[in-house]
């Protein structure tokens, strides 16, 4: 087709007015009236043509076809074109220098003339492409996220999950972009945290101290745990120690970043360096240190004396926030130093007197509770009243917080005091109720119940924050499942139609809830001992869910689970049987040296308590009990001590059942189950007395301890039985029904196992009228322990 048009072609060629030089290339292309022309002119400058001119002779090129009558020949001709070819090639060398205008321009206009997907012109600009709208994307998210809506929020997570699909390293800063944007709008998501995450980690090596310190930060604020990211960035900065050394402003962010999740022998290290530099401190310097010794469970007492001492000097200049996280830093370093203290009360009480905002007064009153000597006057009392109207709920929660804090650690107070204290938590309660009642969506009830805490959530709130969530069951989807499920764990509250709400959600949507969430949605059973009408299919779904989940999940949140369903007599086989070997084990070690002491501690238990329930439980899949020397370690220190309230009940027993030597308190069992009070009972029922008596009223200074899970005296005469008499208070019921929650009643399945009889008597039903006297109480046990025994 081309060889017909040469006549033409030649006499353009000709009788051009203006040499090429002295108009641009660009113009020149527009004033083409044929695809040969534009291909010439292509020829001639391929070495020298800009991004700009590609993108133009792409455009010219393209308006000619629309022009055809035949456009699919036309196109063909034109791709098949040595100079097409030619163009194609100078265009993928100049993408990177392409405005988002000529890119996308291009990219239509190869996909027009059918250039294959797989031609690298065209990967080229679809990875361009899509890295340009990740980052336009996610700097877009950032600057809107203080003014969109939650279902605009939703849409664009699931657009920015669509569009973040590959993980490699370039993509640091649009990840910690989404970081940001999900920390504004405070939503965890974690398929889109999950894959931040990936890019991040394999990036530690290029972040620089101020970036691995803005992300642990926001993975603090979006609760998102990743030991990976902190193994790496802990490596990367101890890098860093040497050189920041010199410049207090990196040594101190150095601290803080690493000082929380550094071993002991860095900890000491950093200790030591900041010490030296503590006078040189600024302000919010020395605020960042006190912060991070509290995150550190710093015991260096000379290191808190002087921190303290430079703090002091600047306590004038902090904001009413900072004076919050000083009094709880001093308070939770045990520091005492009572000039500190009196300089603090006298701030925050000229603060509170100026201030009209709630959120501030929140903040003020809370610091003055935590303060050692927690008087509550009058103007402070009068100052929270006159806010009441114009707090949400956080803030009224927080209330109650610092309220209740005065009550419990204020034993000297008027009782004019008392009343008023009292008067202002059932306006508390007044307000938040009201707050309750104005939702009409669950999502603006969310609003108002996710702030709420302590004990206000467990005594005046469960009740009518359950009854709410009740009156939206129907809007429990997938995508609030989790921290529905998660906001019940805390309410102590059985609800059976919102748990059985939630489990019919995760059985009918289990793909669309992420396996993090896995633990939240089991929380809630696990605590209030709970089996829904489709057990099976509940519990089935959430370990398949775990088992086809491609990542990894971490050790302490496999050991969290394990144990919720333990309490519930669910085992699954393959789940346990990857806990319970050694690559799982050493990589939670690892990870336990990382966590707060108060949480390492815990998930130790939790471990040793799941050790426990397969062994006993589930023999059958041979999983060895190894934790002796942990419990040995443990509980030696309060086996024997007994209260007042036990001392009496083991005095009763004893003459209940014949004398001390008859009963035993603080038993403990195979596998290390304490017992309140243990007895044994011969084949008439009579009682039998121990050969020893190591635990009396006192501490306890003859237990033996053995090596295996048997006990000293374990062996039973013929036809006896070892009775457990259990005491239980109120935390081992939930709150609305006398039903006994999950560790409770796992502990007494356990006994029953080992042999027990297992007597459970309530605290509430101890403390009733009805047994209001020593002989009443007397009689009592007697029935519960021989006629009970002859019945049975």
């Known amino acids: 087709m081309f060889r017909l048009r040469g006549m033409s072609l030649l006499s353009w060629r000709a009788f051009q007015f203006r040499p090429y030089s002295c108009e641009s290339l660009v113009i020149q292309m527009q004033n083409c009236t044929e695809e040969e022309q534009v291909f010439d002119l292509l020829e001639r400058n391929a070495a020298m043509l800009s991004e700009q001119q590609v993108g133009c002779a792409f455009d010219v090129l393209w308006q000619f076809q629309k022009q055809k009558t035949n456009l699919k020949r036309n196109v063909e001709c034109v791709r098949n074109h040595p100079q097409f070819f030619t163009l194609c090639n100078v265009a993928t060398n100049h993408i990177q220098a392409m405005s988002d205008h000529t890119l996308v321009k291009v990219l239509y206009i190869v996909k027009q003339f059918a250039v294959e997907s797989h031609h690298p012109l065209v990967e080229a600009l679809v990875i361009e492409a899509w890295r340009r709208l990740e980052r336009a994307l996610s700097v877009l998210m950032v600057s809107i996220s203080s003014l969109i809506s939650h279902c605009f929020q939703e849409r664009l997570v699931n657009k920015t999950e669509l569009l973040f699909d590959a993980v490699d390293s370039s993509k640091v800063n649009t990840a910690r972009r989404i970081l940001l944007f999900l920390r504004n709008v405070k939503c965890s998501y974690y398929p889109l945290l999950e894959r931040c995450n990936k890019v991040l980690t394999s990036s530690v090596s290029h972040l620089d101290l101020e970036s691995i310190s803005k992300i642990l930060s926001l993975y603090q604020s979006l609760q998102f745990h990743s030991f990976e990211f902190i193994e790496v960035a802990r490596r990367r900065l101890t890098e860093m120690i040497r050189w920041s050394s010199a410049y207090p402003d990196s040594f101190v962010r150095v601290f803080a970043t690493l000082g929380p999740v550094a071993r002991p022998e860095i900890k000491k290290q950093l200790e030591s360096t900041i010490l030296l530099m503590s006078e040189e401190l600024t302000s919010q310097q020395v605020l960042t240190v006190l912060e991070a010794m509290e995150d550190m469970e710093s015991r260096n007492a000379h290191l808190i004396k002087k921190t303290a001492s430079v703090l002091y000097k600047h306590l004038d200049n902090y904001k009413s926030i900072e004076l919050l996280k000083i009094t709880q830093a001093v308070s939770s370093l045990h520091f005492q130093n009572k000039e500190l203290f009196v300089k603090l009360r006298e701030l925050i009480l000229s603060r509170l007197e100026a201030s009209v905002i709630p959120s501030e007064i929140s903040i003020l009153v809370s610091a003055l509770s935590m303060l050692p000597f927690p008087h509550l006057n009058e103007a402070v009392i009068s100052r929270i009243e006159a806010v009441l109207p114009q707090c949400d709920s956080k803030e009224l929660s927080d209330f109650v917080a610092s309220l209740m804090r005065w009550i419990q650690n204020n034993h000297v107070c008027l009782a004019s005091t008392t009343r008023k204290q009292l008067s202002l938590l059932q306006k508390l309660d007044h307000w938040g109720h009201h707050r309750l009642q104005q939702s009409n969506s669950l999502d603006l009830l969310w609003e108002e119940l996710k702030s709420l805490k302590g004990e206000w959530l467990h005594e005046s709130f469960a009740e009518d924050s359950v009854a709410a969530l009740q009156r939206f069951a129907d809007e429990i989807d997938c995508t609030n499942v989790a921290k529905i499920a998660s906001f019940l764990s805390k309410t102590n509250y059985l609800s059976t139609l919102l ?54 999940l971490d050790p302490v949140t496999s050991v969290f689970l394990g144990f919720s369903l333990a309490t519930l007599e669910y085992f699954p086989e393959d789940l346990l049987k990857k806990m319970f070997n050694i690559e799982f084990l050493a990589r939670l070690d690892s990870q336990l040296e990382i966590l707060p002491s108060t949480l390492s501690t815990r998930v130790q238990f939790r471990l040793m308590e799941l050790n426990r329930a397969v062994c006993l439980e589930c023999p059958e899949f041979q999983i060895p009990w190894f934790h002796d020397r942990f419990c040995q370690a443990h509980y030696h220190k309060d086996i024997g001590m007994m209260n007042r309230a036990q001392q009496q009940i083991y005095k009763m027993l004893s003459e209940v059942l014949g004398g001390l030597r008859c009963v035993k308190a603080s038993a403990l069992s195979s596998y290390y189950h304490t017992v309140d009070f ?93 047994l209001s006297t020593t002989d009443s109480r007397m009689d009592y046990l007697r029935e519960r322990i021989f006629e009970q025994a002859s019945r049975d």
């Open 678 to 770: 243990e007895c044994i009972l011969d084949k008439r029922k009579k009682p039998l007395p121990y050969r020893s008596q190591s635990i009396t009223s006192g501490k306890s200074s003859g237990i033996h301890w053995e090596s295996n899970t048997s006990r000293v005296e374990s062996s039973l005469p013929p036809e006896s039985e070892r009775i457990a008499l259990e005491f239980l208070d109120v935390r081992a019921f939930c709150s609305n029904i006398p039903h006994l929650k999950g560790k409770s009643a796992m502990k007494k399945r356990h006994l029953e196992i080992l042999g027990y009889r297992v007597i459970q008597v309530p605290y509430f039903e101890w403390n009733s009228m009805a």
């Open 499 to 552: 748990l059985d709400r939630i489990a019919s959600v995760v059985v009918q949507q289990i793909e669309k809830i992420h396996p993090f969430s896995i633990l939240a949605v089991i929380l809630p059973f696990s605590i209030l001992n709970y089996d829904p009408p489709q057990r099976e299919e509940f519990f089935g779904a959430c370990v398949q869910r775990l088992n086809s989940y491609a990542g990894t």
